[in-house]
């Protein structure tokens, strides 16, 4: 119930939000860096609105049952500490709308920026006919690459039954039924023996202590897709191991390691990685290519 009755617009509870935020020292990391960016991203999807709407809009009355229902997601907000995409069930990547919910990880991989550059200069897009996400979760990364190359054929997997459920839901949403397969494997293991133009993974990579430091907010969040091992590398060396035998000659691997890129390079110091850097921010992704990725194959135990 609104214990606050004279919050009455729009921009009473944006302001109010962000007051609160700051107070409550949250943590931001799913989509914003911010107070004011964060109470936008919970309040304007609450109340179906666009986030390019009239600004005018802000100073509209809200009825009595809107308000309940902004005092109690911020209440939320702040007292659980959820992440705002799970309130609203929404997170964009790559300029798209996803479904999310406590079964997935909210998107936030550099990889967008990658999809939307067609994988160049690593990948000749016009010979892009088949691509595999592994570990894709909401399905986020094999839909935006589903949309930029509307002739390949795309395989999805996940080990969780639950993250391809809603993986199924942003399928549909997105209508690319015909073109994305969901598969449930634990990495390579149940997939159909095939060869990949591309593979991407953004795999769990947190390592055990990095998981007793994680913020309350990615403690919604579920282990299975975060927690990789002492080194948070368990699911990158298992993928090293094995995407040569799914690549095409010409095939390249993707991978996000995060912060074990350090892990990863300390491990393999001789390997070819190539580290790439991305204009809207973020890191710890390496690419490596078939004949790399087979010299590498003789230092992996």
């Known amino acids: ?18 007051s609160r935020f700051n107070e409550a020292g949250l943590y931001y990391g799913h989509g914003t860096e ?30 009595k049952a809107e308000c309940n ?21 929404e997170a964009y990547f790559g300029g798209l709308s996803f479904y999310v919910d406590e079964r997935v990880l909210i998107p936030r991989s550099p990889f967008a920026e990658l999809i939307e550059n067609h994988f160049e200069p690593w990948v000749e897009a016009n010979s892009v006919n088949s691509i595999l996400d592994l570990c894709t ?4 990364i094999a839909i935006a690459c589903a949309k ?5 054929y795309v395989d999805a997997s996940d080990i969780s039954a639950d993250a391809l459920s809603v993986a199924k839901i942003n399928v549909l949403r997105h209508n690319v039924e015909d073109q994305v397969t969901l598969h449930q494997s634990n990495l390579f293991d149940d997939l159909p ?19 007793q430091e994680l913020p309350k907010e990615y403690l919604h969040e579920p282990t299975l897709g975060l ?7 368990n699911f990158a060396i298992d993928i090293l191991k094995k995407a040569p035998q799914y ?14 890129e350090v892990n990863l390079i300390e491990k393999f110091p001789d390997a070819p990685f190539t580290w790439l850097e991305f204009e809207n921010g973020g890191g710890g992704v390496f690419m490596l290519n078939l004949p790399q990725l087979l010299e590498l194959q003789k230092n992996i135990n």
């Open 1 to 18: 119930m609104n214990d606050a009755p004279e919050l009455q617009t729009i921009r009473d509870f944006l302001r109010w939000a962000v």
């Open 34 to 63: 911010n107070a004011w960016d964060e109470a936008v991203a919970l309040i304007l999807p609450i109340l179906h609105l666009p986030f390019e709407c009239n600004r005018d809009v802000l100073d509209a009355k809200l009825t």
């Open 69 to 89: 229902t902004l005092f109690d997601v911020i209440q939320k907000r702040i007292k659980d500490r959820i992440p705002v995409p799970y309130l609203t069930h």
């Open 137 to 140: 979760g909401s399905g986020c």
């Open 148 to 152: 930029t190359f509307p002739e390949a």
């Open 193 to 211: 023996a095939k060869k990949y133009d591309v593979i991407i993974s953004n795999p769990p990579y947190v390592t055990s202590q990095e998981m």
């Open 227 to 233: 927690a990789a091992g002492e080194e948070g590398l």
């Open 247 to 260: 690549l095409s000659p010409n095939g390249v691997l993707f991978v996000e390691v995060g912060n074990s």
